[in-house]
């Protein structure tokens, strides 16, 4: 009887020690692109709260059972969500995070919970960027930027003068440059921007612009963008921007004195069709104020065609 009680006694003081032994987890900080066809393994423990930060706001987050995971997410900090495990037993769910712009982020939650005999690795920090390459962001707008090159002003080639797809944009460059638009002042102020001419040419579009840099100091700007925006309501509050790909874009001048002036066309395919709502529209922003973009609204059925204007 009394050997039967003091292993009861030895088995308890066992089972103490054990639960008072800590798991020593590796904590890990995590960078990755943004990617709509992508699953991310988001590793999780009990005791334990992951951090996931987007590159824009969050509208909405989905977890599949919340009785696995709770996310927590504040419009105090819209780009943040925070999930954590709800069972000390191990579990596994999905969650789906949805972006002001659209765009959906696929999660996979999973954790290990405490029975674990391993040290389970813990993901603290989770942060979603764009693909540099790709995107520039702004806030909740995306932008593509086309792998192209600018070309400053200078004499045709004479290979390129027997090309009638290069004939036809150097003409409307050229003719942008001999225009005089009717100013508009950009938001900064400094700025006095145009849309010019829209040519059609077979499945492509072409709109020319000018940019006249008002301010006293020497300005950059970055490549032009035409995207097409949908709005909603009387109010016209704009609900997305989705990037149209340039073919190829032109520009005389990228960096201007002050009181200089830059001629430029984009080249794009334009959607076979749009709602009622939705509108083209051409960026263009400095290089040191990019989340101050110029939006001017592009004709969505281009004024002419060929190469005449």
């Keep these: 009887m009394r050997s039967h009680q003091a292993i009861i006694v030895y088995l308890s003081l066992i089972c103490t020690l054990a639960q008072g032994q800590e798991i020593k987890i590796t904590p890990k900080v995590v960078n990755l692109a943004v990617n709509e066809e992508a699953v991310t393994l988001i590793h999780l423990a009990p005791g334990y709260a992951t951090a ?3 590159p824009e ?9 919340p009785a696995k995971f709770k996310a927590e997410h504040s419009e105090a900090e819209a780009r943040l969500v925070f999930f954590k495990p ?4 191990p579990a596994e769910s999905n ?5 002001r712009s659209g765009q959906d982020v696929n999660l996979h939650l999973a954790s290990p919970g405490t029975t674990t005999t391993e040290d389970p690795t813990v993901d603290f920090f989770v942060e979603y960027r764009r693909p540099k390459s790709l995107l520039i962001e702004d806030g909740n707008r995306r932008f593509f930027v086309p792998d192209t090159l600018p070309t400053k002003q200078t004499a045709p080639d004479a290979s390129a003068a027997t090309t009638p797809h290069m004939d036809w944009i150097a003409e409307a460059l050229r003719h942008e440059g001999t225009m005089t638009p009717k100013w508009q002042e950009g938001q900064n102020k400094e ?4 849309v010019g001419d829209s040519v059609q ?3 492509q579009t072409l709109i020319g612009f000018s940019v006249v840099n008002q301010s006293k100091e020497i300005i950059e700007l970055l490549p032009p963008q035409v995207e097409i925006t949908g709005r909603a309501g009387k109010g016209g509050k704009q609900t997305r921007a989705e990037p149209i790909p340039l073919s190829e874009y032109r520009m005389t001048l990228r960096r201007l004195q002050p009181g200089e002036r830059t001629d430029g066309v984009a080249v794009f395919e334009r959607p076979a069709f749009k709602e009622s709502s939705e509108r083209l529209e051409l960026w263009l922003a400095r290089a040191d104020e990019v989340d101050r973009p110029l939006l001017m609204a592009v004709p969505f ?3 002419s065609k060929g190469g005449s204007q």
């Design 86 to 89: 709800l069972t000390t037993k």
């Design 301 to 303: 059925i281009a004024l």
């Design 95 to 99: 969650a789906l995070i949805s972006l």
């Design 52 to 54: 996931v930060r987007m």
């Design 191 to 194: 700025l006095l921007v145009t």
């Design 57 to 65: 706001a969050i509208s909405s987050v989905m977890v599949g059972d």
């Design 201 to 203: 040419q077979g499945t």
